[in-house]
């Protein structure tokens, strides 16, 4: 199984500003995914981030509000943009096992005031 | 469409009792499915991963069913105990692995001491 690590665990932000969030995984994958769970609700796939191109964003979702690098296979940071309340959320990012499986790092709660 | 329901949203039991939780899925046509338990404000731990040709999966106390004719799935949970309480989330693969992985939005559990 894959062990995923993220940055900051949680942040309390204030409107308007921007937050990069970093996530690192013990091994190397092709693909990494970036996913948003607004509260009491599912989860929402952001965009899926592959090594050395641009990520692939989901409808609702767009570059300049959610920038995302990926500079190699174990690494992958997301960024949300010019903050407002609606985005307080948990921020998830998750890699594909084999079989495939999915795992998921432990999150990063976020606070918009 | 493939649309993933669990139902009940939340669900409160006593102590040592045997529990179902029940995800259904509308498209059959799946590759798999996995179950997930996330404590509150924290990410996602896989429990079970079943693949479309299997019918169950086993892990401890934890036992997970596929029947894809009927688009059902149930985590069925021994001897519950407090430790147990948490969100569950079960999460459908589609057959075309192109295509995004669909959640449910989760079934509350609280096991009462």
């Known amino acids: 199984s894959a062990v995923i690590s993220q940055k900051p665990s949680r942040d309390i932000c204030q409107r308007g500003t921007s937050l990069t969030i970093q996530c690192q995984v013990d091994s190397q994958v092709t693909m990494m995914f970036w996913y948003r769970q607004q509260p009491g609700q599912s989860l929402t796939l952001i965009a899926t981030?592959?090594?050395?191109?641009?990520?692939?964003?989901e409808s609702g979702f767009v570059i300049d509000k959610f920038p995302i690098s990926r500079p190699n296979l174990t690494f992958s940071t997301l960024t949300v943009s010019n903050m407002s309340p609606e985005d307080s959320s948990i921020y998830l990012c998750s890699v594909e096992g084999p079989q495939p499986t999915q795992y998921f790092g432990p999150g990063t709660r976020l606070l918009v005031l | 469409k493939q649309e993933v329901t669990q139902i009940p949203a939340a669900l409160s039991v006593p102590e040592g009792e045997n529990l179902v939780l029940n995800c259904s899925f509308t498209d059959s046509a799946i590759y798999n499915l996995q179950w997930f338990r996330q404590d509150p404000g924290k990410g996602l731990t896989s429990l079970l991963l079943i693949q479309s040709s299997q019918r169950e999966q086993t892990s401890g106390r934890l036992n997970a069913s596929l029947d894809k004719s009927s688009g059902r799935s149930t985590l069925y949970i021994a001897a519950s105990q407090p430790g147990d309480s948490a969100t569950y989330l079960c999460?459908?693969?589609?057959?075309?692995?192109?295509?995004?992985?669909?959640f449910g939005k989760g079934t509350r559990l609280h096991i009462l001491p």
């Open positions: 999460a459908v693969r589609p057959k075309n692995r192109d295509d995004k992985i669909i």
């Open positions: 981030a592959n090594q050395g191109s641009e990520a692939t964003y």
